[in-house]
């Protein structure tokens, strides 16, 4: 499976820690996220993360686009909730809008990534081979 990896600024830490807590499970995958959150994940880890182009100069765009191209089957996009309407807000929401539209599964917290980590490893979202 591709999962795509995602998380504002505040929230990067998080997800490295998350991405070590569940290293056995994301090495049997494709992990793709952004510039930044590419190169902290593969320094915490040590695992390789397919890297897009930084947030702000398009990697947020290319997510969007493999998203709806059904290129990711997993969406981890942990974000400030305390955000206003700003380019950061606005990029959850279409991510958001097309992980609906194109039945992608996404966790914007930690209680519902490890859901959707937990069912992936064991099988549960097999019906994604077949998009």
């Known amino acids: 499976m591709n999962i795509g990896l995602t998380a504002h600024n505040s929230?990067?830490?998080?997800?490295?820690?998350?991405?070590i807590a569940y290293k056995?499970?994301?090495?049997?995958h494709?992990?793709?996220?952004?510039?930044?959150?590419a190169n902290h994940i593969a320094k915490a880890t040590g695992m390789k993360v397919t890297s897009l182009l930084p947030g702000?100069?398009?990697?947020?765009?290319?997510?969007q686009?493999?998203?709806?191209?059904?290129?990711?089957?997993?969406?981890?996009?942990f974000h400030s909730a305390d955000l206003e309407?700003?380019?950061e807000s606005m990029n959850l929401a279409e991510i958001s809008r097309l992980c609906d539209m194109y039945n992608i599964p996404l966790?914007?917290?930690?209680?519902?990534a490890e859901s959707l980590v937990l069912c992936l490893d064991r099988g549960d979202m097999e019906w994604r081979d077949y998009k």
Do not use: P, R
């Not at 929230?11 to 991405?19: A, V, Y």
């Not at 494709?30 to 959150?37: E, M, Q």
């Not at 686009?65 to 996009?77: G, H, R, T, Y």
């Open 11 to 19: 929230k990067k830490t998080l997800l490295e820690s998350f991405c």
């Open 24 to 28: 056995g499970i994301f090495k049997k």
């Open 30 to 37: 494709t992990l793709i996220a952004t510039n930044a959150t």
């Open 56 to 63: 702000q100069m398009g990697g947020s765009k290319q997510m």
């Open 65 to 77: 686009n493999m998203i709806a191209n059904n290129d990711i089957d997993l969406v981890i996009f």
């Open 85 to 87: 309407q700003d380019a």
């Open 107 to 112: 966790a914007t917290n930690i209680a519902t």
